[in-house]
């Protein structure tokens, strides 16, 4: 069967700037897989390609074994959480999820209502329903676009850097919420530095160097028994500013 997304020799530059030069990957239904990387080395590209959101030079890229020709199809089969949340900031919490599902989904009234409410259970914010969320911690506002980019019932969950504007005990909180979408065996690919916390859930983890995977494998072939030399300097850099 063919695997949920696959990159094909997946090149992109900005100007002079190669940015991607050959990416191949492929991505399992049930994967969670680990992005990390020095910083410009791509990731965020990588990412933003996979959600449609930037066009390729050339190489190919598949959901589902059919080529992603139309950009707009593929919006709704892969949900992105960002960094910066991304919220509607003049939506309360329970409408950030309403409305969308009105008007993308064309949800009657009650029927979005019902599954805002079981999204708003799910990332542990149904008391927040009807603030706004210039009221919440950047936790919580995390969580809802989580809850948002759920609503859309993505097939894969694309998530550039989701904690890395918070402050370590939010940055676990929503950590949490992604670790229980992963028991729920919601494919999800995550861009982050964080490399300890999501080792704990990470099915793969892929390692890009200059817009190159250099490694990609199962968390415990990449962080304890590669020999890769560029992995090696990364990780032992990564370790040593996270003391
Ligand atoms: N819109 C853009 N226009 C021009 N150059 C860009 C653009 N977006 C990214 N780049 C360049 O592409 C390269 C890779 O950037 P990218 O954001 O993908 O890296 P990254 O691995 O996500 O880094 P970080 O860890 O800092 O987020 C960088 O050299 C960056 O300057
Ligand atoms: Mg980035």
Redesign the pocket.
Known sequence: MAALIAMRDVKKS??E?V?LNGINLEVEKGDIVAII??????????V?CIAGLEDIQSGKIFLRGEEIIDRNSVVHSIGMVFQNFHLFPHYTVEENIIKPLRTVKKMDLKAAKEKSEELLRKVRLSESARQYPSTMSGGQKQRLAIARALAMNPEILVF??PTSSLDPELAHEVFRTIKDLATEGQTMLI?T?QINAVSHFATRVAF?DS?IIEADGACKEIFENSDNQKLKQFLAMVEFNTI
């Open positions: 900005y100007g700037n940015v990387g020095s910083s410009g080395s791509g990731k965020s590209t990588m933003r550039d850097e861009v530095h890009l817009g």
